[in-house]
């Protein structure tokens, strides 16, 4: 798998995390600011959030309009996850 691929939302991206196991553990990088700007993926870290949930459950859907929006990178450190990805965008072919 490719390190960074866009998926069919348009303005949505996977990354691929890079990770080194050894008999010592587990060493991985969330994201290198370099890695996203060749995509034009470039943008500011204001504030990060850690979330731990039992199987199961489900977060909820969090929708922003301007001047709120904001970016957001989605991590599974252990266990499985999956990401729903909607778009309400008037004008979107996806």
Excluded at 40 to 46: N, T
Aim: hydrophobic content about 35%; glycine content about 8%; overall charge positive.
């Amino acid at each position: 798998m490719k390190p960074i691929r866009e998926l069919e939302i348009s303005g949505c991206w996977e990354l691929q995390q890079f990770r080194y196991a050894d008999e010592r553990g587990v060493f991985a990088k969330a994201y290198h600011t370099s890695d996203l700007q060749k995509h034009e993926l470039g943008f500011e870290v204001r504030e990060v959030f850690w979330s731990m949930s039992g199987k199961g459950n489900i977060r909820g859907m969090h929708f922003q309009i301007p001047p709120h929006h904001h970016h957001k990178l989605v991590s599974c450190q252990q266990g499985n996850i999956l990401e729903v990805l909607l778009d309400l965008r008037k004008h979107s072919t996806s």
